[in-house]
């Protein structure tokens, strides 16, 4: 059974850092990209950023650039996100995802697998 479990949200101040990680199970995803997504209440999932499946071509979103890293441990079926200078507006549910494709890693409709996703609140 695959699983893709999201850990490290929780509550953290503005200007804050948190690291998310995204522990993978039941299949090896060492030729899959990988993507963090986020939800805040009330809006639609949004892509936060992605890497391919070796790790070196990353993909931000605007709002999030230079703040934000994704990387990926291929040997421990591991990804992660660090998360620098937190502002309110990054407050959101937080989901990683696993891309078969290595294909249109800005549209979450294309990603294969999904965690429950980790809750990153940011006060002001």
């Known amino acids: 059974q695959v699983q893709l479990v999201e850990s490290g949200g929780g509550l953290v101040q503005a200007g804050g850092s948190l690291r998310l990680s995204c522990a993978a199970s039941?299949?090896?995803?060492?030729?899959?990209?990988m993507g963090w997504f986020r939800q805040a209440p009330g809006k639609e999932r949004e892509f936060v950023a992605a890497?391919?499946?070796?790790?070196?071509?990353?993909y931000y979103a605007d709002s999030v650039k230079g703040r934000f890293t994704i990387s990926r441990d291929n040997a421990r079926n591991t990804w992660y996100l660090q998360m620098n200078s937190l502002k309110p507006e990054d407050a959101a549910v937080y989901y990683c995802?696993?891309?078969?494709?290595?294909?249109?890693?800005?549209?979450?409709?294309?990603?294969?697998?999904w965690g429950q996703g980790t809750q990153v609140t940011v006060s002001s």
């Open positions: 995802a696993a891309n078969s494709k290595n294909a249109r890693l800005y549209d979450s409709r294309a990603y294969d697998y």
């Open positions: 039941g299949r090896t995803f060492s030729t899959y990209a």
């Open positions: 890497c391919d499946w070796s790790g070196p071509i990353t």
